[in-house]
């Protein structure tokens, strides 16, 4: 009777009743405590149910009667990988491809472990050797591509994504593998662009892999200009945006923006509760900072504030968006209040050259300490001689996905109370803080989420990491 019971275990596990799988290989194991297969069978119902201490210590049961069983070997070093203690784990790979060095699932796990250890070389050689026995095997190509990717070699990367999608593009049970395949190859396609414009880089470019270098750049820059000079900082989602006002990407005339102003003064005033006789300037202030194109730019006099912007998740859009910081150093010190330009000069001639401060007490604007410059398709802002403009590009290099590194600068910026509600104290930055506190970030490419995730546990319809008992 006793051929019987791990049979039924076997049976019950393929039920998905682990329990009553694991009763049934212990009742074989009470008459035989010797019996390879079961001990591997309850090892790998143990591991299943993420029990792994009691999965490792019968693999080494197991072991123990016969140490060169390649699955038990192999299984071990993944329960090692499992609770992240990744020597033991390529240890037990090694002895397992000791035994059977063309072991597809081994060579694979152990260049995902390589992998997980950041020794991408060690990882990608262990997948190239799986390929060599089965060069279709989905999961080995995809992880692959993942190490590629993480080691900066992005046209390898791309190749052995697309050779992914090629063996699996008639196969419906990969169809959702292969549209993250594609949104991958999407992302390093405009990595790869991201690097050769940093690889030519431009006069007053400057690269940085974290907050502490970001302000050591400041302050070289703050120390190399004369001393009556202010400095003033905005944060973009991405370097490649150029540096101009809505209303010149708009292609809008002044003349509609006179149209304009006029009409934002009728509609603004009893919602915002401001004085019936704020100057223009100021009306112009109010409605750059609430979404309407002016030929204003936005600046703020703290350096935090512009980081905000830069690495907030509220624009972001995909993870290849690199950040970066602009440095405008007002050489003439042109320092003037909205409220106070002569209305004699000639139309808009008097905004124009000149870090204009706002003077009224919209809440929004002066938490960001914020200022602007006019910038029109006359006038540019990296064309005005009275400013000279630094870029602060912040690349983590082919190491770290953008979103970590947006991730780590946004913790260190809360620590110093930069926050969404402090940023914007109203219902916006309440909404903001909420989100954050209880998601992280929020774009919709978590950091979490597949970006930075081997595609194994992606594939549906496939092998385990774990061999499945049989």
Request: hydrophobic fraction near 35%.
């Given at each position: 009777m006793l051929i019987f019971y791990p049979n039924l275990g076997l049976a019950y596990s393929q039920k998905g009743e682990p329990d009553k799988a694991i009763e049934q290989y212990k009742k074989v194991l009470a008459v035989d405590p010797n019996r390879v297969n079961t001990l591997y069978y309850l090892g790998t119902t143990y591991a299943y149910k993420g029990e792994l201490d009691e999965a490792i210590e019968q693999y080494n049961k197991a072991l123990a009667v016969d140490p060169t069983d390649v699955h038990t070997l192999s299984n071990l070093g993944t329960a090692y990988a499992h609770k992240g203690e990744l020597d033991d784990a390529i240890e037990q790979y090694k002895k397992a491809l000791a035994i059977a060095p063309t072991d597809v699932h081994t060579?694979?796990?152990?260049?995902?472990?390589?992998?997980?250890?950041?020794?991408?070389?060690?990882?990608?050689?262990?997948?190239?050797?799986?390929?060599?026995?089965?060069?279709?095997?989905?999961?080995?190509?995809?992880?692959?591509g993942l190490a590629y990717s993480q080691k900066g070699e992005l046209d390898n990367a791309i190749e052995t994504y697309v050779n992914c999608i090629k063996y699996t593009c008639y196969d419906k049970n990969f169809s959702n593998t292969n549209k993250d395949l594609i949104i991958k190859i999407n992302k390093i396609e405009e990595k790869k662009a991201a690097v050769k414009l940093i690889e030519n880089k431009k006069d007053k470019q400057h690269f940085a892999n974290n907050i502490d270098e970001v302000i050591e750049i400041v302050l070289k820059l703050r120390n190399k200009s004369n001393k009556s000079n202010s400095l003033f900082f905005r944060g973009q989602n991405d370097f490649r945006w150029k540096l101009t006002s809505t209303h010149e990407r708009e292609k809008e005339t002044l003349i509609g923006l006179s149209e304009?102003?006029?009409?934002?003064?009728?509609?603004?005033?009893?919602?915002?509760?401001?004085?019936?006789?704020?100057?223009?300037?100021?009306?112009?202030a109010l409605m750059q900072h609430y979404g309407i194109h002016t030929p204003l730019i936005d600046f703020s006099e703290f350096l935090n504030t512009a980081l905000y912007f830069a690495v907030t998740d509220s624009n972001l859009k995909t993870t290849s968006s690199i950040p970066c910081v602009w440095v405008l150093i007002d050489k003439n010190n042109q320092k003037v209040s909205l409220s106070e330009l002569d209305e004699k000069y000639e139309k808009y001639e008097k905004y124009r050259n000149k870090v204009l401060y706002p003077n009224l007490k919209d809440k929004r604007i002066r938490a960001q300490n914020g200022v602007f410059v006019w910038s029109d398709d006359e006038n540019p802002l990296n064309k005005n001689n009275n400013f000279e403009l630094h870029q602060i590009i912040i690349f983590s290099g082919n190491k770290d996905d953008s979103l970590i590194l947006n991730q780590k600068i946004r913790d260190t910026l809360e620590l110093s109370s930069t926050s969404a509600t402090k940023i914007y104290p109203d219902d916006k930055g309440l909404a903001y803080e909420i989100n954050y506190q209880s998601k992280g970030i929020t774009s919709k490419h978590n950091i979490t989420d597949r970006d930075n995730a081997p595609l194994l546990d992606m594939i549906k319809n496939n092998e385990s990491d774990f061999r499945i008992p049989s």
């Open positions: 060579l694979s796990n152990l260049g995902l472990t390589y992998s997980k250890n950041d020794e991408l070389d060690e990882a990608i050689e262990q997948y190239n050797k799986a390929l060599a026995v089965d060069p279709k095997n989905v999961n080995t190509l995809s992880n692959l304009k102003l006029t009409q934002f003064k009728i509609s603004i005033q009893a919602l915002l509760n401001i004085e019936d006789k704020l100057d223009d300037g100021n009306y112009y």
